[in-house]
């Protein structure tokens, strides 16, 4: 009939119930150091239906990089929908892990006197997020002011973090007041306590025998001999070493290293030949098969190898436990080189900060003074030394290189100034290898091989070495192959920075100054005045820089002489100037290069460039 229904609607929603879901980027616990810089990760977020959620994640909390402390983020969002995603958090920890940095104040090492107040010098610390935190500082150790000895004092700290410092320590040496014992060789007596003049010591052995402390001093009378050898075997310090010196007035106490032969015979008259009884026991270190030294009078014997050799005054020859000589006359002062040295210094026996002066040594049958490996810090003055080791003008050569009056083995700092040093069977000074070591206003002459010798070693590096104020010379009557001063390399290691000025050096049967070895580097020769030497200057082999100035060379010795010569060493990075080098006679060859000879500085100039302001 056409009717029609009413209509009805039905109604779809099409909703979105399905929360977001965010996740960390990185880690959801961070530890930063304090004082960085935090750069937050952040979060990414994922929806059914919203796709670029991230823009609109909430984060709550802060991050302060600069306090310590546990900091918690809170990520948070809701979708388009309404339906807000289950909160994330990240902790953050900013923490500390940096050490402070402990300082001590004032020296590390110390030396008071015994029953003298102490007042510790403290030390400071700094942290990189405490700052200051001195008062935080503990100190374990103490210091016995009444007990001589040796105190070490810890310190230590930690930050509020509880990161420790490197602990640092310092040592404090309580020492005697200065001790100073008396040594007398004729009135004496080793049950003496040796602390006053009137009551001394009477021997060497009873000073070798006792344990010298820091700031001791040890004096031998004046006009006393001692046929012993002196052992320094404790350490002084700095501020308090220990001093072996003299006494009383007149002459300097002696150290005598022979022993006199009694007992003589004629063994045939015919040849002026006597013997007496010896039996040879070695000294230690170094061993001597049979008796290597002989005085007559004083005055260094000429060792011969068999009884033929015995022609002439001084010729000896020991065999069988027998000491046989040549003498028109009986014998009445022959002595025998019986101990190596006068004063020894075993390698490193840690004998450092140690003074001898005044002293006179002699008759040695090896070297007056040796100090041995890494004893450093010695004072060696106004000593006498003199007629140690045989020297090489005797028939079987001997050990001439090795005989040095005063040997320094590896040692740096030392000091020797003043001393008197002739007839010794090497160098009168010698040092071998260490640094910053001086010699200086010494008088030597009449040695073997060379007046001062400095040479490279490989027991320590060389370097910044002094010899300066010296007078070296050889009497004409002597007839030593003798050098002035040498500074040398020993093929491997170098000897560098090497200063010498101030010498006065004459007479030299072979080099007045010479440096030699490709690494003998950057020496200076300053102000020196060289004459009548074989050659006055000499660079052997010198392929490093060197300086050359102010010095005077002369010579009025006939024949090939040149003051100044060059020996296989190039020209560059070498300077000569401001010299005055002269030379009279009947061959005028002043300098040298190589093997070309010139009479005069022109042609030299004009090929070296040197001397451009010299005479």
Known sequence: AGNSASPITRTVRVVDTVAPVISLNGETNMTIAVGSTFSDPGATVTDNYDFNLAPATEKSGSVNANKLGTYTLTYSVTDSSGN????????????????????????????????????????????????DITSAITVAGSVNVSVPGTYTLTYNVADSSGNSAASVTRTVTVVRPLDTFYVDSALGADTNDGRTADKPWRTVAKVNGTALTPGTTVLFKRGGFWRDQLNVTKSGTAAAPITYGAYGTGAAPVFCGSDRVTGWTLHDAAKNIWKAPYTWESPALPYFATVDLVFFN??????RTSMEGLVAERNWFHTSNTLYVYAAAAPTSVEVGKRNYGVYAADKTGAQYIVIQDLEIKNANYKSIMVGSDNHNWTIKNVVAHRNGRRE???????????????????????????????????????????????????IYDTQNSGVYLKASSLRPCQNNIIRYNTIYLRPQTLNGM????????????VRDTRI?????????????????????????????????????????????????????????????????LDNTPIQNKIVDYNVWTKSG???SVVQNGFAIYKDLVIWRATTGFDTHSL
């Open 501 to 565: 000025y101030g010498n006065i050096i004459n007479n030299i049967s072979e080099n007045g100054i010479l440096l030699y070895g490709p690494n003998n580097q950057n020496a200076g020769i300053y102000n020196n005045t060289a004459y009548n030497c074989h050659r006055c200057y000499v660079l052997t082999n010198v392929q490093s820089a060197a300086t050359i100035l102010n010095n005077i060379g002369a010579t009025n010795k006939d024949g090939w002489h040149p003051v100044f010569s």
């Open 298 to 303: 004083g005055e260094v014997g000429v060792k």
């Open 393 to 443: 003008d005797i028939e079987d050569g001997g050990r001439s290189n090795d005989r040095s009056a005063i040997a320094v083995r590896g040692c740096d700092n030392a000091l020797i100034s003043g001393c008197t040093i002739y007839l010794a069977g090497s160098s009168g000074v010698q040092i071998t290898g260490g640094s910053n070591n001086t010699v200086e206003k010494c008088t």
């Open 586 to 588: 009947a061959d005028t």
């Open 84 to 131: 807000p995603a289950a909160p994330v958090t990240r902790t953050v920890h900013v923490v500390d892990t940096v050490k402070p940095v402990l300082t001590l104040l004032g020296n590390a090492s110390i030396s008071i006197m015994q029953n003298t107040a102490f007042t510790e010098p403290g030390a400071s610390a700094t942290d990189n997020y405490d700052g």
């Open 483 to 494: 050098n002035g001063i040498v500074v040398s390399d020993d093929g491997t290691n170098a």
